[in-house]
Nanobody, 127 residues
């Protein structure tokens, strides 16, 4: 059974930084992708970023490009989301999700392509 555990959320002031982690276990393959999503109160879930284990290719939502960086440690099956220059609009519950296929430009942000989800970690950006 694949399990994902997120950590690293918290309260941060605008302009600050946080690093989220997503630790995965139970994979039967070394080829997978992990995506980060977020859901703010009263809003729909949106894709934030995705990374492929095979080639390290990454994708980002326009709203976070240049501020967030996704990276992975394949040996530990852990993916990180470094979030800099945080804004109050980044406030949300952040989830990681995974599937045994690669991120693609047209579909990485589609929640339905992911088979397993973590429980989420809350990020609050406020002064």
């Amino acid at each position: 059974q694949v399990q994902l555990v997120e950590s690293g959320g918290g309260l941060v002031q605008p302009g600050g930084s946080l690093r989220l982690s997503c630790a995965a276990s139970g994979f039967t393959s070394d080829y997978y992708s992990i995506g980060w999503f977020r859901q703010a109160p009263g809003k729909e879930r949106e894709g934030v970023s995705c990374i492929n284990s095979s080639d390290g290719r990454t994708y980002y939502a326009d709203s976070v490009k240049g501020r967030f960086t996704i990276s992975g440690d394949n040996a530990k099956k852990t993916v990180f989301l470094q979030m800099n220059s945080l804004k109050p609009t980044d406030t949300a519950v952040y989830y990681c999700a995974t599937t045994l296929s690669s991120c693609t430009e047209n579909a990485w942000g589609v929640g339905g392509r992911y088979d397993y989800w973590g429980q989420g970690t809350e990020v609050t950006v406020s002064s």
